[in-house]
């Protein structure tokens, strides 16, 4: 199958390309690259554009009729940017997203699979939530994320655009094969923060927040290998059919491993994996941190047949192989 990825040259849209290809189907990607990298669509076909034109994507569907599914990555994804620059994120997350939409089905193009996020649940323990759990987003980001999917349930029920939203949970790791992987310039992500706090002069991890009601009163986490993430995308497009159809025009899956970790945890397996300690220092909690949750893996595995097969360790030995293959200077 041909499948149109937005945000393909991104972190994980350049990693669900890579499971794409690995399955025998194509991607076509579309990606301003404001902040994604072009060496992850070396070899794809690739439509360096907003995902707003219009014009583009119109070229895009004639010169690729067989695009059956689009995957929807492309947004923008820093929290704290999000919390001071929040017009940015509902112009870019939000109205683009509207107007990818409209645009779609216009051009008779109705099923959608949107990357969403499991911070869009309130979670305010650290204990399991299932798709029916409450939400409360915290961040602008968050808020522009359940903006998205309700704009997909409506635009499902009035106008039959099919769409299926995956809430990830937290994605670490990089593609097995070493195709692409994350960034780890100015990381705002744990594992970023990790590798940085031991490859740099000011090598300190700053564990933010240490008073939740977790087990250890650090916040606690599901850490979803990316490459595993990328093959429920797989299975999401080659069942679609099955998930959403006009009786359930809209559905919503999260993708997580089942099992929360915290973050002294997280830092304990780092270390054995890397062989040395990590100097820690403890910090309040950040504006708009929650302790998390971890999902109930159920309906995915009801609705993709889909498991995660890889461990934490896996995820974070790729991280530090591809970071290591990636040379990044903090000196
Ligand atoms: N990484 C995570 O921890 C995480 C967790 C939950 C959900 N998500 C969601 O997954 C998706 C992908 O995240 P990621 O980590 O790969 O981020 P990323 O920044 O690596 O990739 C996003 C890609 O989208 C592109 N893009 C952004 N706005 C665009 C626009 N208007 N037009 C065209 N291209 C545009 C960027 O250039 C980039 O290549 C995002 O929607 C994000 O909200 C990510």
């Known amino acids: 199958m041909k499948v149109l990825v937005t ?24 990606d301003s690259l404001i902040t994604g990298k072009e060496k992850y669509v070396s070899g794809r076909i690739f439509y360096k554009s907003d995902i707003s034109e219009k014009n583009i994507l119109k070229k895009i569907f004639d010169e690729h009729p067989d695009i059956s599914t689009t995957i929807h990555c492309a947004g ?89 939203a995956l809430r990830y949970f937290n994605p670490i790791g990089a593609d097995p094969k070493m195709r692409s992987g994350p960034y780890f310039e100015n990381p705002t992500h744990v594992v970023g923060k990790l590798i940085e706090s031991t490859n740099s ?30 093959q429920a995308h797989i299975a999401a497009v080659e069942y679609f ?27 304990t397996a780092f270390e054995e994996i890397n062989g040395l300690e990590i100097i820690k220092e403890k910090s309040d909690a950040r504006h708009g941190d929650v302790a998390g949750s971890y999902t109930n893996r159920d309906k995915a595995l009801k609705l993709l047949k889909w498991e995660p097969r890889m461990s934490i360790e896996q995820g974070l030995a790729d991280s530090l192989k591809w970071f290591n293959k990636n040379n990044t200077d903090y000196s």
């Open 241 to 267: 059919d099955k998930i959403v159809n006009s009786n359930t025009p809209y559905n919503v899956i999260n993708l997580g491993t089942g099992e929360g970790t915290t973050v002294l945890e997280l830092i």
């Open 76 to 164: 923008l994804i820093i929290v704290p940017e999000s919390t001071s620059n929040p017009y940015k994120y509902y112009e870019e997350n939000l109205i683009k997203s509207i107007h990818l939409f409209k645009n779609l089905l216009n051009l008779n193009k109705n099923k959608l699979i949107f990357s969403s996020t499991a911070s869009l649940y309130k979670s305010s323990n650290g204990s399991m939530v299932t798709e029916e759990s409450e939400l409360a987003p915290q961040s602008p980001y968050a808020k522009t994320k359940l903006a998205i999917e309700m704009v997909l349930e409506d635009f499902a029920n009035a106008y039959g655009l099919e769409s299926i």
């Open 201 to 230: 002069k000011n090598n300190v991890f700053r564990i933010t927040g240490t008073d939740w009601n977790t087990r250890d009163g650090t916040g606690i986490r599901d850490y979803i290998h990316v490459w595993d993430l990328a």
């Open 7 to 30: 945000g393909g040259a991104g972190y994980i849209g350049s990693t669900v390309c890579s499971a794409l290809e690995d399955k025998g189907h194509t991607p076509v990607i579309i």
